[in-house]
């Protein structure tokens, strides 16, 4: 929401995701600690509380009471964002692998999707994630698990 | 390979992709039946057949046997690519898609594998992936499992 | 289907879009009319000639036998196609209009749609479209009719 | 309008934008709830609200005496706004959606449009839009209606 | 229209032009007398002919006379084009200049026409334009003289 | 010019603007009516009152007079400004529709000016335009008419 | 001009900067050699040469017949051309340096430009250049030197 | 130098050039004047002090005494600054148009240069500039003289 | 981390980066004289310093012994930066330099490398860089030394 | 050099590139094997035999007799080249992590090397690289060696 200079500021999702910063810091806790306490995966808990997600009402009370933020809160989580993301390529290393690999695999994702399933997509929406650690002697991996439901083009 | 005016075309990987969808579809192959002739998986005999990866000799041999291209297509099979691809932000929707789950969920990834793992990434090139179907009542689902090894950031 | 210098060329969905074209300028007959024929929208219906759609193969063949196509463009219109578009503002006027609606109204759209139905999408894949005039004493009018099934995002 | 440090600020569209939105949040009314007020649809009403559109005067008297906002609301919700978006594409994918729409169907649109009418375009000045809920066994639709005056080129 | 491999190449908007220009050169007439010859205005001639509006039969046949093309022009000229320009910024000095004062004038002209008509715009379809020399002694003035209908914003 | 933390700040050309509105605001004037009281066009006065030109003395004297605004806004009305615009392709419908006409119409425009005055170009800087209205009974006309010294390439 | 695949190619400004630069290759000519031949200055000589400028009759004539072309290049090189280059930022490291020095020293050019002639612009059109060596002890210094009218704003 | 908001603001190149432009209307000084003081000629001085190049220590002392600025000024106009521009196509048109330059003879000006000199580029570092006025009856010219060290391109 | 207007701001790597040139400038160290402080390499300790980088625990807290800066730092240098720069292309000549080499020599290094190691690609994370000085009596040389771990290519 | 439909093709750096690695594959050379027949690095004999760079009169000679290529590709070597690469971000990985360290440590390189040499840039022009295996039983590593001339900048 935006600010005006004729009016009281209102708490919007900016303001949450600082002070759920804060508190993880102060209070030393990882994701997958306060992910614990909303109930949700660490993925979406992580998204939701810094904005890009709007937050189921108990998990939102439940974040709240953890990290003792103000009540305001609960609602400032559970509005639906306003997606938006300012580098069509990003540049920290982490997420442009991300890029790369949709840029270098996406063709062939699509190919095999489309050879099982017709011709659709894998929804972003009714999407899920999971990320965890494969241990290796070789060096420990990062293991990506996405799943969307597949939605199929329909024709009238 | 470029062409020149004043010597033979070389086949080059567009020449071989062609080729490749033409016995294909003449065929009347899947990418999981070609794929089982490479002995590699579908992501990687797809991605190497058209062109943005270089397959090792065993399989571009076991490919060309199987698709009956000519044996020039070895080692141009075996050659290794120049990764290219035209548009910064996908258009196709099975493509966008995946672009866009970088968007949204980007900072959310990176942040929790260097929670996990400490200040590094998931490397995109000692890298797989699979594509497989789960089924479900409620609509099928397309379930991607990306893995790649943990590079941590050196410090000198 | 690229092409190559080692193999025949395949018909792919340019040359149908071509040769619809030049059917349907020899034959005299409006989107309309062909759509009556393939049994499909005349929005479907030229979508898919034009290559942007795959063709249901009783439409494909429909279309084939009333244009008088060759019979391997059946198969070429049912292939799944790859959605390019080269214009990320398109500048063709009575296009560029439609990218001014999203760009005026596009967050007004959002906040109607997740205020009525929660937070999520319209989908662009489970979608249809209507085209038609609306007679008036100032003018007739362009109506567009979009359907879209309403996608919810899923929390997890 | 520009502030200046040598003037005091006047009250803008956005400053009436983030009234309106902190007002519809207190006061826990819907855009249809509003637009009642208005007198206008709910398209129209969000998007001058928002400060996409000038709202005529007795629409914009009712909004601020229905809001509770201050009376100088109504001079800027009557203002001509200079219509700006950042985002030559849509990141949100609920705005994206309808973008890949037009990338998609704009060809067709246009043919389709030019072949019933002559060549010439769909107004985006003289124009409506209603947004509405179809409801469906296999999952409820979004239904978008837009009209616009057909304009045809001149020659001379 | 889009050439197919699999059927004779039609006649098109830029095959057109190049007969055009060819016949114009050959015949050395300037865009005035063609203009005579079509019955139309020189800006809309020339448009028309080099493929950017479509031009009315009587104009067509009158042009194709007139430069001794072959019949089949008569319907390419009438054909309905798509509108689009490579360059976002042209490059050409005489085009930038006026490009350049789209720029700079651009919020001065909204302001004005808007003042003195309300919220809407000069349309660019139903326009048309003059392009004539003035003599001075401080050296010769190029005038443009455009005019557009204004169309005004409705509400809903 | 920019401010300084070690500095009071300068009064500047968008400070200028921001009062100019305000003082328009206050005082129910139209654009005719003040550029009356500068003794110059609609359209200069504006774009120098906005910051886009630089404004005679005479002028400036006038107008900080008639709008009752600091003395110190003469000085900068005078000063020579950088004239920037943030969008290389603007957004707002009304300025899209002016750069529409230089997309679709400059090569014609470029074409009718080169022939008729040789190699060259119109001047957008000795240069002068009026906005006015045409009485029609099909609707309205805004009228453009801009006028541009033609300047001759020179070789050498 | 345009090829038609429906007349016979006609010699364009592309063919003409071929057939000098395989004529000044084959006749080991050095640019000044060739512009003694015109007439005119080594850097108007080869833009015109190479289709950036339009040559002045009789200095196309010269170099058609220093250089022996076809007759038909003399109409050619008189042709006005449309001034295109494809790269914003050009990557040629002669060229970029020079794009540099307009991106480093721009605003002080300017500067003093305005500060000795006024409001105003140094001509692209009426305008020179000539390119020089200056011997130094210290290593040979490239010299440009150009000139160009100044162009005052005018006010109206 | 960025702030911080946990300790005191330094003074920057930003700050610096404003108490420059500001001292510079305050005594009513031109470029030239103020080049005197430095010993530097009116583009080095222009260009360093509004922090596009580092000011030599004596040079610096000078232009602060002569200004009366803060002694912390001479240690700031001396940093070695990031030369940063945002638009990479320059919108005003007195920079505007040595952009065009290079665009429309930056090849001339690399063939020329590389034809005397051999394969390499005009030095933009150990570069100089001087601006003046040339006197003529048809109006006076800006003259640029540019002036950069031959640089070689080395082969190892 | 983003500040919020509902929590204290809490110190980020700007912050530091500030306070480090800051102390550096007052103490008069230079970048090497600091990196013996931190017990890292120049390069390492600016990037990390400057926040591109997340510093070792035990060489922050030398860092902010040697500079006095405030204990809350060490923190902060310790956490894991998201790397972000603005300039796809860069413009400042020192740095553009860098990615010239790049542009021109990037194909040749990939070439070279790729052809020795097998496909892969050198890492940008198991990366260390050493910057020195290499007299010379033409001029001394800056010598840049990047060692990076060769990452190969797997198929699965 | 441009082809022209009036003239013999001429030969240019693109075919001599094309025959190269055609002879190279034919004759199973390494970089390294053809590096010593001209004589110079493999870095600068890549460069070059690929068109990035003019090769000096005996290298070429060497060049064309080791791998058999006509005569006339030696004066073609030898032609001073222009510099252009498509891709402002390279999308290839290999050459991609180039450019991230560019984005990463530019500023630190700008930094230190300023540090130790004054206001200056290290050439790009007066330039050598060599390109080596590092052996390590933690994996092998790609060393990267650049030395480039520092050029100061100088004031006038």
């Known amino acids: 929401m935006k600010d005006s200079r004729f009016a009281e500021p209102l708490m919007d999702k900016d303001d949450v995701a600082a002070m759920v910063l804060a508190a993880k810091k102060r ?15 660490p993925v979406f808990t992580h998204s ?21 933020l103000p009540q305001e809160a609960v609602s400032v989580l559970m509005e639906y964002p306003t997606k938006v993301w300012d580098q069509a390529v990003p540049t ?19 190919a ?6 017709g011709d ?16 290796s002697d070789k060096g420990d991996r990062v ?6 439901k597949f939605l199929k083009y329909n024709s009238w």
């Open 27 to 41: 209070l030393g806790l990882s994701w997958a600690q306060i992910a614990e306490q909303t109930g949700l995966s």
């Open 48 to 68: 939701a509380a810094m904005g890009m997600n709007s937050m189921p009402e108990a998990a939102a009370k439940n974040l709240v009471a953890a990290l003792d």
């Open 92 to 110: 920290d290393p982490c997420i442009y692998r991300l890029y790369e690999i949709v840029g270098v695999y996406g063709p062939t994702m699509k």
């Open 112 to 117: 095999l999707i489309q050879e099982e399933f």
């Open 120 to 135: 659709g997509i894998m929804s972003a929406i009714d999407f899920d994630m999971v990320i965890s650690r494969v241990e």
């Open 143 to 148: 293991k990506v698990e996405m799943s969307g």
